[in-house]
């Protein structure tokens, strides 16, 4: 998914393509930039052909003590341009790494410079090559966003952990491989005059979900049924799914311009967060086909999706030696071919009719005739007209416990002939008379790894020679090479620059690929590929998306003519009343919902009067406006009345007088006079005279509203218009009040009394100042929550709703508590201890939410942690409202002087393990974990002794001292694992060894990679002990029958490539005595197959989470 445009997503969100600065809080600021003198960086070949390539290997020494902010490293070239990656070690505003690429001499280019690359940038993994992070992506360079990459690429807990493999030695590996490309000025490109088709706009990462639509869109038959469901001008498109998608489709033929998605996705029930979700696009094609095939029934279209994309196969089993069979007719709407092993289509295909022998073992029970020989397989009955190939490029790979991208080359025909060789696919039952020659419709294509990556897709939307490439909002023209050849995937060579120094080929692997195939039957392509037009669209649906259209220009045009205009907001006394104490507490008014009006900046403003006139039912003549202004704190008051002289000039004139920014609209108080509810002229205005606003406050309430307005001599005293403020209040004429002056009420609020016996001049009162006033505090009063203004107007500033979520369902609001922003770490837990009935607030931990995943923050709040309710709500430059709470079984300060250890138990003679958490305090060692562990387990006798591995990948990483102490055990990514100390080992004599055994595998493929499993474990060896005796020491001690126990190889292990012995080779010999034993050293291997269950603990050595199932909810 390729996200071109800011704010970030913390991802698990994961793919924010960004230039970094805009995603830095606040102006840009001169920055202490290291230039990584230390760090060396290597240039593999660069080729001498078009398009300029070139892969950059950045090596980062002293990784975790870099302490700078950003980090560049040295300038390398591609296609004569300088280049440097830009990386922030400590994320930028976000806990990821952030990663770009540079222009490195970006200011001293000249004006309008531009450069266009494609281009890939990954972290190395040390331990595991395969499971190195790679993001690709591209970008137009150019001076106003010089670099460009990834803000989140990866989290930075992965990459500091030594144990994931990313950092080692205290050094990291980063690659960048840069093609640069001929410069398209991307901004004014229009896809529509280019190519005569238009794109889908990205919503986070929804790019498989656009390419997906765009072949579906280009599948006319399919288009003309979405326009031909019965819809009606009452749905709204947001709630259904056939209009959403006629909407979309329609807007697809005839807009100009790139078409959003979002009614779609919200016609599914989809939520924001799933929008950043990247789904499976094989999933989303299945279930958007079932829901449609739903809402299409009862319909006129009812079953276009089985006729399009419904084909049927035969799974059979058929005895050798008794005359019997068994079949089962099976519909498909897609296929999934496999990839892995695999050269092309056919030999998917060819894997997908491979007959399996039933026998041995494995013989089938046939009814009446007991368990036979026999053969298994699939035929076909039909083929669809429209055939969708699923190629599996995601596999999970069971030895490694984890998703992989399979990254091999794979060729797909422009014809794909699936009768031939006599019809090897087709089943007896199939109608021969059907010939199944199919045409290359669209590709697919994923481009990054198994962790993310962009989707987009090759289509021929005539099957003419004509390829596109629709990417998200852009569409080119690309030709057949780009949209086959280069999709194969496998490995590209680089031409050697230096020949003549005998340099290995440098060969790259192409992670972008098809990963999905659309073929149209040549036999029904006429009826496929048909004319669609206006009349196969509802009349209403034609009404409504013209009108959309004609209100989208409607807003362009007033966008474009907006410098011919003046905005002029109107506030008045009504609008006072309707908001103070409901939408607003301070200041005066909300402008946003004031009346407002757009006049031509040359109209004078006498007649912008006659307009209020009209509109207002305000004589010219009884009309006066007070221009607004901005305060030094940061207040927006009513500031002076407008001169007559001002009148006579154009409204523009006034704007640009009243307020220098351009875009700047012009905010006006009217002010009339009210007499028995008719206008009167407003009374004349001298230097002395102030006018004031006045709010009342009920403590009993609480409340605070407006109740109007004085003019006022600066010379008298609030004593003097207290008879005035209380007719305005309704109170007796005689009531004592107290006054206030609302001042500010940013950062903090200042509301200071005011001496009713000082001149309001004394007091620096002046015009559009605001007097809070309230009866004078008596003891009923003093007993309200809030008896003062000042106190009711703190609560306002700061009050806040939480919502609080339990930590274990992180989705579910449970209760939500009106707080205050001032409250402290003890406040808040005492209140949500309260609300849950709990009796020790400290027994409660609270855990910050994550504005951008919409998760819990992975780290909670430590015990007094945070000053005040606000810091918990804060995320970078977010605030959010949701707090997730767990209830512990000790008080959280205890538990924070304490560590759990997962620790997962091997019994010595059962085939068990069993997962144990040991709390103990964190300057405990190693051997206060194994004396815990004693009194939990059960031993094989009462003197055994314990020992702790750290096991990662079914290796064995170290054996832990008994010394260690816990605090630095990291069991999330490692599993410790606890066994019994053999006997044999505790009396090992001075000519025996002590080696590792692994269980491994080889993958199938060209590089025939090492894969561990299983338990690894120790074995002590004798000297001149041969591979034979060894063997059986190793069959006995893992209870392997004989019958398996013959299908074992075994190995001696070095750097991970295998040197397979014979039994009668001296094992011995082959090992080098060391003290220290660890993952990379020589040992002994198993190869045979995996047929363990996995353990339950073995999650834990795989943190990364796999992509939820897509749901549409409508």
């Keep these: 998914m390729t996200m071109m445009t800011p704010p970030p997503v913390d991802q698990e969100d994961e793919e924010m393509l960004v230039p970094h600065s805009d995603v830095v809080d606040g102006p840009a600021q001169p920055m202490e930039v290291s230039e990584a003198e230390t760090a060396v960086s290597t240039v593999e070949n660069q080729p001498a052909e078009e398009p300029p390539t070139l892969k950059f290997t950045w090596t980062i020494p ?203 996705t919200k016609s599914f029930g989809w939520d924001t967060y799933d929008s950043f979700m990247q789904h499976d696009v094989q999933e989303l094609n299945r279930v958007l086909c079932e829901k449609l095939e739903d809402k299409m029934k009862g319909t006129v279209v009812e079953g276009t999706i089985q006729q399009l994309f419904e084909g049927h196969h035969m799974n059979y089993i058929e005895c050798i030696n008794v005359d019997y ?203 496929i590929i048909c004319n669609v037009d206006e009349k196969d669209i509802a009349e209403h649906l034609r009404v409504r998306l013209k009108k959309e259209q004609e209100e989208k220009e409607d807003k362009r045009k007033y966008k474009a003519q907006a410098h011919l205009f003046t905005i002029i907001k109107v506030a008045r006394d009504q609008d006072l009343r309707e908001q103070i104490g409901k939408d607003i507490y301070f200041d005066l008014v909300d402008h946003d919902k004031v009346r407002s009006f757009r006049i031509q900046k040359q109209t004078p403003f006498q007649q912008f009067k006659e307009e209020v006139a009209k509109e207002f039912g305000i004589p010219v003549q009884l009309q006066r406006f007070w221009i607004w202004a901005k305060r030094q704190n940061h207040t927006y008051r009513p500031n002076r009345p407008l001169t007559p002289q001002e009148e006579l000039q154009p409204v523009g004139q006034i704007r640009e007088a009243s307020n220098k920014a351009n875009t700047a609209e012009l905010k006006l108080f009217l002010e009339v006079e009210l007499l028995d509810e008719r206008p009167i002229p407003p009374p004349e205005k001298s230097k002395e005279d102030i006018l004031l606003f006045f709010k009342l406050y ?71 100042d605001i ?75 609270l855990t910050s939410h994550n504005c951008y995943s919409q998760q819990p923050k992975p780290q909670p709040i430590k015990y007094r942690g945070v000053d005040r309710l606000s810091d918990m709500l804060v995320h970078y430059n977010q605030t959010s409202d949701i707090l997730y709470y767990e209830v512990l079984d000790i008080p959280l300060p205890e538990l924070q002087g304490l560590k759990t250890l997962k620790v997962a138990f091997h019994h ?78 505790k009396n090992i004599g001075p000519n025996d060894r002590l080696i590792l055994v692994y269980h491994f595998a080889k993958e199938t493929g060209q590089n025939q990679q090492v894969q561990n499993f299983g338990e690894p474990f120790f074995l002590v060896i004798h000297e001149g002990e041969t591979l034979e005796e060894i063997k059986n020491r190793i069959q006995k001690k893992l209870h392997v029958s004989d019958e398996d126990f013959a299908k074992w190889k075994f190995a001696f292990m070095s750097m991970g490539r295998p040197e397979y012995l014979q039994d009668s080779d001296v094992v011995y010999n082959r090992f080098q005595r060391r003290d220290v034993y660890g993952a990379f050293e020589q040992y002994l291997g198993l190869e045979h197959t995996d047929t363990t269950p996995k353990r339950a603990y073995s999650a834990n050595q795989n943190r990364h989470t796999y992509e939820k199932p897509v749901k549409i909810y409508n």
């Design 325 to 527: 069979k068994s079949t089962r007719k099976e519909s498909f709407y897609d296929l999934q071919l496999d990839v892995k092993g695999c050269k092309d289509v056919y030999a998917s295909f060819d894997k997908y009719v491979e007959v399996e022998r039933l026998e041995g073992d494995n013989k089938y029970h046939a009814e009446g005739h007991g368990l036979q020989d026999a053969k298994k397989g699939v035929l076909f009955i039909d083929f669809p007209p429209v055939l969708q190939l699923q190629l599996k490029r995601f596999e999970y790979d069971f030895m490694r416990d984890t998703m992989v991208k399979i990254n091999d080359r794979y060729e797909f025909p422009l014809q794909l002939d699936l009768d031939r060789e006599d019809g090897k696919y087709l089943s007896p039952d199939a109608d021969r008379s059907v010939r199944n020659l199919y045409t290359l419709h669209s590709v697919l294509v994923h481009s990054g790894g198994v962790h993310g990556g962009h989707y987009y897709a090759f289509i021929r939307p005539t099957l003419s020679d004509q390829w596109y490439k629709f990417d998200d909002e852009r569409v080119t023209k690309e030709d057949l090479k780009r949209a086959l050849d280069e999709q194969y995937g496998g490995e590209e060579e680089l031409p050697q620059t230096n020949p003549g120094f005998n340099n290995p080929p440098f060969k790259f692997t192409k992670y972008s690929n098809a990963y999905m195939l659309v073929y149209i039957r040549e036999s029904d392509k006429d009826k």
């Design 698 to 768: 009920d403590p009993e309430k609480p409340e605070l509203r407006y109740v109007g307005r004085l003019m006022v001599k600066s010379s008298s005293k609030p004593m003097d218009i207290t008879g005035k403020l209380n007719e305005m209040a309704g109170f007796a004429p005689d009531e004592d009040l107290e006054l206030f002056e609302e001042i500010k009420f940013e950062p903090g609020v200042m509301c200071e009394h005011l001496d009713k016996k000082t001149s309001f001049r004394l007091c620096q009162i002046e015009d559009g």
């Design 771 to 845: 007097i809070c006033f309230q009866k004078h505090l008596v003891k009923k009063e003093i007993e309200c929550r809030y008896p003062a203004v000042p106190l009711f107007l703190e609560y306002v500033q700061n009050r806040q709703l939480v919502r609080f979520r339990a930590l274990e369902k992180p989705k579910e609001d449970e209760f939500v508590l009106e707080l205050s922003k001032l409250h402290t770490y003890d406040d808040v837990v005492e209140r949500v201890a309260h609300k849950l009935g709990l009796d020790d607030p400290s027994k409660l931990r």
């Design 908 to 985: 010595a003679t059962k085939e068990e393990v069993v997962i144990h958490n040991i709390r103990l305090p964190k300057q405990s060692t190693v051997g206060d974990v194994i004396d815990e562990l004693k009194t939990k387990v059960e031993l094989s006798h009462p003197d055994a002794e314990l020992r702790l591995l750290e096991v990662f990948y079914h290796k064995i990483y170290k054996i832990f001292p008994l010394t260690e102490r816990i605090e630095n055990i990291n069991d999330q990514y490692w599993t410790v694992r606890a066994e019994e100390i053999p006997e044999e080992e």
């Design 62 to 264: 002293n990784f975790s003590r870099q302490n700078t902010r950003k980090l560049y490293s040295d300038v390398f070239v591609v296609g004569g341009y300088k280049w440097r990656i830009l990386i922030f070690p400590k994320g930028n505003n976000v806990d990821h790494l952030s990663m770009y690429l540079d222009v490195a001499d970006a200011a001293n280019l000249p004006y309008g410079w531009s450069r266009y690359a494609q281009f890939s940038l990954a972290v190395v993994n040390q331990i595991h090559t395969r499971y190195t992070i790679r993001k690709e992506t591209q970008h137009q360079f150019n001076a106003r966003e010089s670099d460009w990459g990834f803000t989140s690429f990866m989290p930075l807990s992965e990459l500091y952990d030594p144990g994931r493999g990313y950092l080692a030695n205290d050094t990291v590996y980063v690659e960048a491989e840069v093609i640069v490309r001929k410069v398209l000025d991307y901004w004014s490109y229009d896809s529509k005059k280019e190519t005569g088709f238009v794109g889908l706009k990205n919503q986070g990462a929804t790019c498989y979900m656009n390419s997906l639509l765009q072949t579906l869109y280009h599948i006319p038959y399919f288009r003309k049924a979405v326009y031909h469901m019965p819809t009606t001008e009452n749905d709204a498109p947001t709630a259904s799914i056939p209009l959403a998608l006629q909407s979309l489709f329609y807007k697809l033929q005839y807009n100009d311009t790139s078409v959003a998605t979002k009614e779609l």
